[in-house]
């Protein structure tokens, strides 16, 4: 079974202090990891993918790394409004079913 | 391009009151889904379609149904509704080419089960 674990549950950063997200996940050949940003009250928002191990994609403050068993959300230089939960998914099933972690909500402070 | 839309926002339902979430895309996708999300779960998939007349069960199909008579549209039933249906609803939408693919996400209903 598909699994993905999103670490930690929640984090609080002072602006401008850069930290990292994790997301691990255990599946039976990976076809890609989704970034999504989620403000409250309103749905996923797409960020990123990630197909192959070693790549990295960026977007303003933040970038994406993957290897074979885990996928990094760096934060650089965070601002209030980078608050948010931060989720991430793998493929599954029919390929275009997601698996999603529980989220991190990330909280930057003034 | 008004992307995935979802109706209503907010909905107040009675133990065993039956309704339909509504979700419709204009991006001519073929894959259609729908989640719950629950604190401290993550987002669930319940029913999905890979297009016109074609659905199928996800990972907590039971208490719902779907149907899928149009590329753009993708109601989702409640047949009787359970408190322990109040969650989060959102409904998804994707192209079904290849791998490469992003799923595409509404803004949400809000149900309560009384």
């Known amino acids: 079974e598909d699994q993905v674990t999103q670490s930690p549950e929640a984090l609080r950063l002072q602006e401008g202090e850069s930290s990292s997200l994790n997301c691990s996940y255990t599946?039976?050949?990976?076809?890609?990891l989704f970034w999504y940003r989620q403000d409250p009250g309103k749905g996923p928002e797409f960020l990123f993918t990630?197909?192959?191990a070693g790549e990295e994609k960026e977007k303003e403050r933040l970038k994406a790394t993957l290897t074979k068993k885990e996928s990094f959300l760096h934060i650089t230089a965070p601002k209030p409004e980078d608050s948010a939960t931060y989720l991430c998914?793998?493929?599954?099933?029919?390929?275009?079913?997601?698996?999603f972690g529980s989220g991190t909500q990330l909280t930057v402070l003034p | 391009n008004a992307g995935v839309t979802q109706t209503p926002k907010f909905q107040v339902l009675k133990t065993g009151q039956s309704m339909t979430l509504q979700c419709a895309q204009d991006?001519?996708?073929?894959?259609m889904s729908w989640y719950r999300q629950d604190p401290g779960m993550g987002l669930r998939l319940i029913h999905y379609?890979?297009?016109?007349?074609?659905?199928d069960q996800g990972e907590v199909p039971n208490g719902y149904n779907v149907s899928r008579s149009t590329t753009e549209d993708f109601p989702l039933r409640l047949l009787s509704a359970a408190p322990s249906q109040t969650s989060v609803y959102f409904c998804?939408?994707?192209?079904?080419?290849?791998?490469?693919?992003?799923?595409?996400f509404g803004p949400g209903t809000r149900l309560t089960v009384l």
């Open positions: 990630l197909y192959s």
């Open positions: 998804a939408s994707s192209y079904g080419r290849g791998q490469k693919y992003t799923q595409y």
């Open positions: 599946v039976s050949g990976l076809r890609g």
């Open positions: 991006m001519n996708h073929e894959y």
């Open positions: 998914a793998v493929p599954s099933g029919s390929a275009r079913q997601l698996t």
């Open positions: 379609s890979v297009g016109a007349g074609i659905t």
